[in-house]
Nanobody, 126 residues
Framework: QVQLVESGGGLVQAGGSLRLSCAAS????????MGWFRQAPGKEREFVAA????????VSTNSAKGRFTISRDNAKNTVYLQMNSLKPEDTAVYYC???????????????????WGQGTQVTVSS
């Protein structure tokens, strides 16, 4: 059974930083592209950033560029999201997701990802 377990969320003041981690129980983690999404109360789940299976391709939203960095360690079956300069509007539940596939194509639509974690809450106070 595939499991994705996020950690690292919490309460932080505006301008602060958090590092989210997602540990995956995927036997062939290095053949999966990984993504981070978030969902704020009353809003749809939205794409934040994603990374190809090799780590060679990365896509992120304009809002995340310059503040958030996605990375992965295939030896540890883990993907990370380093979040700096956090803003109150970044408050949401953050989810990691996995989809099988090699290559540089990055999917940003949630339904294209077949495996999801349970989410970790990030709250940014003003």
């Amino acid at each position: 059974q595939v499991q994705l377990v996020e950690s690292g969320g919490g309460l932080v003041q505006a301008g602060g930083s958090l590092r989210l981690s997602c540990a995956a129980s995927l036997r062939t983690f290095s053949t999966y592209a990984m993504g981070w999404f978030r969902q704020a109360p009353g809003k749809e789940r939205e794409f934040v950033a994603a990374i190809s299976n090799s780590g060679g391709s990365i896509v992120s939203t304009n809002s995340a560029k310059g503040r958030f960095t996605i990375s992965r360690d295939n030896a540890k079956n883990t993907v990370y999201l380093q979040m700096n300069s956090l803003k109150p509007e970044d408050t949401a539940v953050y989810y990691c997701a996995a989809r099988p596939g090699s290559g540089s194509t990055i999917e940003v639509i949630p339904r294209m990802y077949g495996y999801w974690g349970q989410g970790t809450q990030v709250t940014v106070s003003s």
